[in-house]
């Protein structure tokens, strides 16, 4: 396949990148570079199935190539980065979308669309179905991302719709890993981090808001198979298991080895209580379920963060 990589440079961009490349098929990232860095890709550059371009998905960008497979995964994605790029992530969740699903209708190719658990909000039910409408505040200090992925989503149907085009929407929960932006606030790279240094670990409310949280490989495999599939309805991708952010937080000073006290700050605003997946519909029509054991993904995520410039 030849396929176009959007947000090809990010932290699951590229990881996305290598799966693909490995398995012998022609890679472009597209990326602006606002929350992404060429480091991420850089082993790639020299692989002549692969090529890096900037560009920005909510202007008019040139490209002259064919694609089988047109995948948007550019976007600012934790709340740290949305929140200071709110409008960059509005266009990214509108026009940007516009024009990717343009170009993949020009192409005939397929179109795969990296949406999220946040479509649910703050859930007032649990585990989280894809049936599930949400609980989402559309004018709230988390809107511009959840309600630019829920607008995609919309824009998406109206396309397969309209079309015919063959559109996939995959909603992924939390996904960690090698490569997370050290800067974007998000509980597994904070926690890591600010381990690493001995430093205080902060935990917002009482940290018994819980989240799930899947290693970045089990996601990757997830996506390809739900790329092959003929779903074009959402599909949950996470891993179901369960820990509070206490728990989170006491696990990664074990596993670092380090001296980190967790202290409490207030919750933010909208900050979702529960977010677990209902993987059943992924697990039935995709064959697919996370491999990786919690401690096991963060050891390797760890060992990345240590290897990195963060822990010198
Ligand atoms: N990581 C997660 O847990 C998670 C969960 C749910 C959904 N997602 C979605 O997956 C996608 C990737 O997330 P990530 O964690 O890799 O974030 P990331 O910030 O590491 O990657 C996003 C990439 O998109 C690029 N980008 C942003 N706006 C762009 C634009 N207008 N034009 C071109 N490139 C642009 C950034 O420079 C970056 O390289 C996002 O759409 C995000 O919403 C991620």
Redesign the pocket.
């Known amino acids: 396949m030849k396929i176009l990589i959007?947000?090809g440079?990010?932290?699951?961009?590229s990881h996305l990148c290598d799966f693909f490349v490995l398995r012998g098929h022609s890679v472009t990232a597209?990326?602006?570079?606002?929350?992404?860095k060429k480091e991420n890709v850089k082993h790639l550059l020299k692989d002549k199935n692969f090529k890096l371009k900037k560009?920005?998905?909510?202007k008019n960008f040139d490209i002259n190539e064919r694609f089988d497979a047109v995948l948007h995964?550019?976007?600012?994605?934790s709340p740290v980065?949305y929140s200071k790029h709110c409008i960059?992530t509005l266009?990214?969740g509108s026009s940007?979308t516009f024009n990717l699903l343009n170009l993949a209708k020009k192409n005939k190719a397929v179109f795969l669309f990296?949406?999220?658990?946040e479509v649910y909000g703050d859930p007032l039910i649990s585990p989280q179905k894809e049936s599930y409408w949400g609980n989402v505040n559309p004018i709230g200090k988390r809107s511009m991302y959840d309600e630019a992925?829920r607008f995609s989503e919309a824009l998406i149907m109206s396309f397969h719709n309209l079309y015919g085009l063959d559109t996939k929407i995959v909603r992924?929960?939390?996904?960690y890993g090698p490569r997370m932006?050290i800067n974007d606030g998000r509980a597994v790279p904070e926690f890591i981090i600010r381990s690493l240094k001995n430093k205080n670990v902060t935990v917002f409310g009482k940290g018994t808001q819980t989240r799930s949280f899947c290693f970045v490989d089990d996601l990757t495999e997830g996506i390809y198979k739900l790329l092959l599939s003929k779903e074009h309805l959402p599909v949950n991708i996470g891993n179901p298991f369960e820990i509070t952010l206490n728990e989170l937080a006491k696990t990664v000073i074990r596993l670092t080895g380090s001296k980190s006290k967790i202290v409490y700050k207030p919750l933010p605003e909208d900050d979702p209580k529960r977010r677990k997946p209902d993987i059943g519909k992924a697990a039935r029509i995709l064959k697919w379920k996370p491999e990786v054991k919690l401690e096991d993904g963060l050891k390797k995520t760890i060992k990345y963060f240590q290897l990195s410039e963060v822990s010198k």
């Open positions: 959007a947000g440079a990010g932290f699951l961009g597209l990326d602006n570079f606002l929350t992404g560009a920005d998905i909510t995964f550019a976007s600012p994605a980065h960059e266009l990214a940007g990296a949406s999220t658990s992925k992924i929960f939390n996904t932006n």
